[in-house]
Every structure is written in C-alpha cells, then in structure tokens.
C-alpha cells in the first residue's frame, strides 16, 4: 500500500473512531497550552524571581575597595580610567564611581535632626547597583551631575527622621551645613549604609565635602551570579595592575554565602517547572497508548479482516502508528494555537516580560514532544495489533 493511500485510510479510521480519540485528543491539546504557558512565562517568571533575588541578596553586586595595609595614611583612590577598564570585562553590565564623607555628619530639616548620617556622591550609574528602588520622585541623573545641581535623594527612614513621614520632595534639607533640594526617596530592602545616606551628585563632592581624593570605591554589577566570582577576581587583577604600588590593598567584596542560597532558590524553580513539563510529557504519552490499546481490542475483527485479505504485519503496525501520530500532532497543534494566544494574553494582563525566543522554541520543542509521543504511544499497541491471529482476531465473542 502506497504511503498517501495508508495516510489516507488512517485519517479515516481516525474520524470513525473520534468518539474514543476525542477525550486524549483534547488531554493532550490541554497539555500543550500547559507546556507552553509553563516554559514561556516559567522562563519570564524565573528570570524576573532571579532578578529580585539578585538585587535583594546583592549577589552580583561587588564592592571595589582601596585599603593599603602597609602605609596607614593611604587611603585609597581611583580614577575613571579605572572605571572604564571595569566595564569593559566580560560579563560586567554597570560600574558606578562613589565617593563618601570621611566622617559622619548631621542633617537637618526645620527642628528636625539626623545624627549619624553619610554624604554619598553618585552618578546616574550607581541606582544599577543597589537593591533599594526608587520610592518617590526621581533619581540623580546625568544632567545633574553636569551641572553640579544642589539635589539629594534620600531613605524612607531619613524622611521619617527629617520629615516625620510628610512628603519630603521639593524641599530643601541642610546637609553638613550645606542646602540640598529633595528630589527622590528610596524604598526597598533595608541596608544600614543606604539608609544613613543622603545622596548628592558626584561632581559635588570636591566642592562641598572638601576631598581632594578622585573615587573611594566601585560598584560593580555582573550580568548573572554565576559570573561573580570569575568577574571578581578579573576586576581585582585590572586594578592591582592599574595601582601596583598599592596592589595588596586593593579588594573586590562579594556576597558568597547570599550566592549560594539564591542559586539554591533558583534551582528549586527550575526544578519545579521542568517536572511539572516531564509530568505534562509522560500522562500525554500513557494516555494515549491506553486509548490505542483499547482501540485494538474494538477493532480485532477490523484487523483480522485486513490480514485476511492480505495486509502485511509491517502495514499493520504503521497504520496504528499513524493513527496515534495524527492524533498527538493534531492536537499539539491545536494546543500550540491555544497555547500561544493564552501566554499573549498572560503576558498583558500579568505585564511580565516575555521572550518572543523562548515562546516559538517553546511551540517547536512541543510539536517534538507531541510527534515522540505519536510514535512512543502507538508503537507498542501498533505491534500487540501485529501480532493478532487472523483466526483469533476475526472470531465473533
């Protein structure tokens, strides 16, 4: 038999027997909108879960410190040279220069103080490398940098310290004596150094801190945190050999033990999206060849019928497999259908990041999935229906 004409034959016997096939044929299209909003929005869903870790834990944050241990009156500089060799190591995706009082100051708004507190001089780069987020407001930007504007951004907990929790933007703060307009509040994980800051455009700093120093440190961000270590030790090497004489006090801090607990939390997600695919995979396959099973068992006297008029055992066998195949295909497709217009809408309704890659290798690795459960599915009840005597299979119970 020619293959269009088994193709042909097996799209009929597939109609005839529809009631049966209906059930596993709308299973396995549920199935493959699960796949695919599972490994679409489980990927966006990851990455987003990732990103939060990272920031949260600081994970691939590192701190470029100076501190030579053997002349104490060093206290470490850097310079934008430095900065610009750092972004250009693999992996790095910011580097924020910073500057800091020597010594902690006073703020003060109206009869309200704050003790204890810490100018820290940024860049619009810095707000990419620490985990609080912008509350209220806006952030330091270029523009302020450029033109040395008198602006500050400061903690929720310094609002209430200065404010007594009433909105603090537009108003003016004196910082060590000197006036500061409130222009952005950060919210966010609390971090002790983040909160007794108040932050001033960088190109403040020699005018009002009175330093004469360039940079006291880096902020280095890594792309992911399984880079971190790889990156930290090729910023300290860029950077002992930028500052030899200095070299032993030169460090990059990193947050190990915070690293590995978020890979750890990576890792139970992803274990859990790829066991809910292999449980989505496995009852569309054991679905399936029961009901191919149980197809042979209804049609025994179909079976013997076309061995009695000499079909083949090999004819036999690729037949049920064609059925089983047109089955799983033909409901993957529509499932792919399905699936896609669920994770759009999901992706509007829910604003999560989607990767237009991840949702068509999502589509074509189901299409492969649905076509290895075809075949997986048919080939065993393919060859039980081989196997039948034409005696046996033809015998009215």
């Known amino acids: 038999m020619k293959l269009e004409d ?3 034959v097996s799209l009929l016997m597939v109609r005839r027997n529809w009631p ?14 699960g796949f695919i909003i599972v490994r679409t929005l489980g990927a966006a869903v ?11 834990g600081e994970v691939t944050i590192l701190s470029a410190q100076f501190e030579d241990r053997r002349e104490k009156w060093h206290h470490g500089e850097y310079y934008l040279d430095d900065a610009a060799r750092l972004r250009k190591l693999p992996h790095v995706v910011g580097v924020a220069p910073i500057r800091n009082t020597d010594r902690r100051g006073e703020a003060s708004q109206g009869n309200k103080k704050a003790e204890a507190i810490q100018v820290t001089c940024v ?4 707000w990419d490398t620490i985990s609080p987020y912008l509350e209220a407001g806006r952030l330091i930007d270029a523009n302020d940098v450029a ?8 903690s929720t907990q310094m609002v209430e310290e200065l404010f007594g929790g009433a909105t603090p933007l537009g108003k003016e703060v004196s910082v060590i004596g000197y006036p500061y307009e409130v222009i952005g509040t950060l919210g966010g994980p609390d971090n002790p150094e983040i909160s007794r800051s108040i932050f001033v ?35 300290e090497a860029v950077l002992r050999s930028a500052h030899p004489r200095y070299a032993d006090g030169i460090f990059v801090r990193a947050y190990d033990s915070r690293l590995d607990r978020v890979k750890f939390v990576r890792l139970v997600v992803r274990i859990f999206i790829y066991l809910a695919l292999i449980v989505i995979f496995v009852l569309g396959k054991i679905g399936l060849t029961n009901v191919m099973l149980g197809a042979i068992q209804e ?3 179909e079976i013997g019928l076309r061995k009695a008029v ?10 049920f497999v064609l059925e089983s195949l047109i089955v799983s295909v033909g409901s993957g497709l529509v499932g792919a259908a399905v699936g896609m217009i669920m994770v759009l809408l999901l992706h509007t309704i829910l604003q999560i990041e989607l990767s237009g890659s991840v949702l068509v290798n999502s589509i074509l690795m189901d299409l492969l999935f649905t076509i290895a459960i075809g075949v997986a599915a048919g080939l065993y009840p393919s060859a039980e229906a081989s196997r039948m005597d034409v005696v046996n299979a033809m015998r009215i119970d």
């Open 46 to 56: 990851d990455k987003r879960v990732t990103g939060n870790l990272e920031l949260m």
């Open 123 to 126: 860049d619009q780069h810095y």
């Open 6 to 8: 088994m193709i042909d």
């Open 299 to 301: 049609r025994r006297r």
């Open 20 to 33: 049966r096939y209906k059930t596993v044929f709308i299973a396995i299209a549920i199935g493959t909108v």
């Open 310 to 319: 000499g079909a083949t055992d090999r004819e036999i066998r690729f037949q």
């Open 201 to 235: 455009p960088l190109s403040l700093a020699i005018h009002h801190l009175g330093q004469i120093r360039q940079y006291t440190r880096f902020n280095i961000r890594v792309d992911v945190p399984e880079n971190t270590t790889t990156v930290r030790k090729q910023a």
């Open 147 to 154: 033109r040395q504007a008198k602006v500050c951004v400061i």
